[in-house]
T-cell receptor
Framework: DTAVSQTPKYLVTQMGNDKSIKCEQN?????MYWYKQDSKKFLKIMFS???????INETVPNRFSPKSPDKAHLNLHINSLELGDSAVYFC???FGLGSNTGELFFGEGSRLTVL | AQSVTQPDIHITVSEGASLELRCNYS??????LFWYVQSPGQGLQLLLK??????LVQGIKGFEAEFKRSQSSFNLRKPSVHWSDAAEYFC????????????FGRGTSLIVHP
């Protein structure tokens, strides 16, 4: 079984559309994250949820809205897509914040292409 | 706030040669340090981590890294590179205690020549 799974793996869409990416983890972790990886491979944290509660919200346009229905799921909805949103979006999870493990478990990524 | 610098964007080595990937961090206290590997089309996988204790840490796939506080470095090494090691390597630093969100370096792309 895949520990952190994201769907879809590839997403091609037009500017102005709205799209969602889903993420699920079966590791029993309390904390989940969304990272954005740009074309130069730079990884930037976008959001983090701990036990369904938003704890980190970096400088991200409010067109991006995360939702965590339960601690095993963290979805990302993007409104009014722009060309600059094209990237690979990674979901990750870890044990609770401040734990002494610190290891992140990543999904395989969702490559979003906005035309 | 913590930060990570990986000064080499690309590194090219021959198969069987030794490897060292550089990582420098900035953080006021004792950091948590990590190396992750990303194979093409895949997510990131943890290679090794340092929290405390022995400054030389062993990881998976024959990798090791050494924490040097005086140099604020956490360089990754492997004595003999295999073609399957070609990938993107990310160093990351996390705050020790409190709210932990790891910050990643911009990665080093490893190219392995046969």
């Amino acid at each position: 079984d895949t520990a952190v799974s994201q769907t879809p793996k590839y997403l091609v869409t037009q500017m102005g559309n709205d799209k969602s990416i889903k993420c699920e983890q079966n590791l029993g972790h309390d904390t989940m994250y969304w990272y954005k990886q740009d074309s130069k491979k730079f990884l930037k944290i976008m959001f983090s949820y701990n036990n369904k509660e938003l704890i980190i919200n970096e400088t991200v346009p409010n067109r991006f809205s995360p939702k965590s229905p339960d601690k095993a799921h963290l979805n990302l909805h993007i409104n009014s897509l722009e060309l600059g949103d094209s990237a690979v979006y990674f979901c990750a999870s870890s044990f609770g914040l401040g734990s002494n493990t610190g290891e992140l478990f990543f999904g395989e990524g969702s490559r979003l292409t906005v035309l | 706030a913590q930060s990570v610098t990986q000064p080499d964007i690309h590194i090219t080595v021959s198969e069987g040669a030794s490897l060292e990937l550089r990582c420098n961090y900035s953080y006021g206290a004792t950091p948590y340090l990590f190396w992750y590997v990303q194979s093409p089309g895949q997510g990131l996988q943890l290679l090794l981590k340092y929290f405390s204790g022995d400054t030389l840490v062993q990881g998976i796939k024959g990798f090791e890294a050494e924490f040097k506080r005086s140099q604020s470095s956490f360089n990754l090494r492997k004595p003999s590179v295999h073609w399957s090691d070609a990938a993107e390597y990310f160093c990351a630093v996390g705050a020790s205690g409190g709210s932990y969100i790891p910050t990643f370096g911009r990665g080093t792309s490893l190219i392995v020549h046969p």
